[in-house]
Nanobody, 122 residues
Framework: QVQLVESGGGLVQAGGSLRLSCAASGRTFSSYAMGWFRQAPGKEREFVAAISRSGGNAYYADSLKGRFTISRDNAKNTMYLQMNSLKPEDTAVYYC???????????????WGQGTQVTVSS
């Protein structure tokens, strides 16, 4: 089992940047593919990005390619999401998740963090 804690959320103006972190504890971090999802008010949770166990492969929601970058540091048991050129529609609670296989569906992941709020003002 692995425990996940997100951090780095906050309030930022449109066009700004934030870097989210997801710290993992428990079983070996490098055993898990990792993902980021987000849920905006009144909407379903949606896929943002995913990264393979080694960090060698990354996948993104089509609408976010070029603005968001996912990465991981297995030595630090931490995953990151660099978010640039933020827009008000990026406002959401961002969740990190761990699973045995990389994917873009919630059901691909077995463990979830509590989420961190990102608010982008116009």
């Amino acid at each position: 089992q692995v425990q996940l804690v997100e951090s780095g959320g906050g309030l930022v103006q449109a066009g700004g940047s934030l870097r989210l972190s997801c710290a993992a504890s428990g079983r070996t971090f490098s055993s898990y593919a990792m993902g980021w999802f987000r849920q905006a008010p009144g909407k379903e949770r949606e896929f943002v990005a995913a990264i393979s166990r080694s960090g060698g492969n990354a996948y993104y929601a089509d609408s976010l390619k070029g603005r968001f970058t996912i990465s991981r540091d297995n030595a630090k048991n931490t995953m990151y999401l660099q978010m640039n050129s933020l827009k008000p529609e990026d406002t959401a609670v961002y969740y990190c998740a761990a699973g045995y296989y990389i994917g873009n569906k919630e059901t691909d992941y077995n463990y979830w963090g509590q989420g961190t709020q990102v608010t982008v003002s116009s």
